[in-house]
């Protein structure tokens, strides 16, 4: 498995795009260079608008940005792009190094924050950092997928009981509470198991938490309430 895991993160790395946004010509050809010289793909915008037109959620990448850009703060743009959901590791530049400003960058999620000039090596080593993070995260947004989709099969009275037991309820508990039998209870809680793949209801109680939350917020689907 982890030799899977290797693999497929090679692959990735060779399919990502490095993304630069850099109102100076000479710097975004300067890192389109160094990210083909290290055999990576390399996309280079001079503003923000440019970048959201072309960027691609669904591609590995990283996105090498700059803090002095037309009409934005490249810190400010960011923040939006986490406020938008758009989590692509963030490697901040900038000429001036402002203490302030280096830890709003931090605050809104940048994996780091690099004054100009800055040596090869060690934007080469970012670039790489970046990307494996990436690959972590693209990883964990298709468990959290498919965590979602299990948890859209389960009824509206199996939802209502997985979330007992993740209250802490127990088997005659639940029973008591919703006015049935324990064999009734144990019945969906065994259907909750085999939709969701897991073993038992610690195991699922952890996989939903890290994969969907803690799954306070599913309402299960709207159906009509099956016969208790």
């Known amino acids: 498995m982890k030799l899977q895991q290797r693999e497929k993160t090679i692959r990735n790395m060779q399919n990502a795009i490095v993304y630069v946004v850099d109102d ?9 260079l160094l990210a083909h010289s290290i055999q990576l793909n390399a996309e280079t915008y001079a503003s923000p608008e440019s970048f959201l037109k072309h960027f691609r959620n669904n591609v590995p990448g990283c996105l090498l940005l700059d803090v002095c850009l037309p009409g934005v703060n490249g ?3 960011l923040e939006e792009l986490r406020a938008n959901g758009i989590l ?9 190094g402002e203490v302030a400003l280096a830890v709003r960058a931090m605050k809104a999620g940048a994996l780091d924050f690099i004054e100009k000039p800055y040596s090869r090596q060690k934007m080469v080593d970012l670039i790489q950092r970046a990307l494996s993070q990436n690959s972590s995260l693209q990883g964990k947004l298709a468990e959290s997928k498919e965590a979602q989709a299990r ?3 389960l009824s509206e009275r199996e939802a209502e009981i997985m979330k007992l ?10 029973a008591s ?7 009734t209870v144990d019945y969906h809680r065994w259907n909750v198991l085999k939709k969701m793949k897991k073993a038992n ?3 699922l109680a952890h996989y939903v938490a890290t994969y969907a939350g803690d799954g306070a917020a599913f309402d299960g689907p709207r159906q009509t309430k ?3």
């Open 75 to 77: 810190v400010e743009f």
């Open 226 to 228: 099956r016969a208790k």
């Open 165 to 174: 037991f993740f209250a802490g309820e127990n088997t005659k508990r639940i």
């Open 88 to 96: 692509i590791p963030t490697i901040v530049m900038t000429a001036y």
């Open 24 to 32: 100076d010509a000479q710097v975004r050809n300067s890192l389109r």
């Open 201 to 203: 209801m610690v195991e």
């Open 177 to 183: 509470l919703l006015g049935v039998s324990t064999k």
């Open 151 to 153: 948890l859209a099969t």
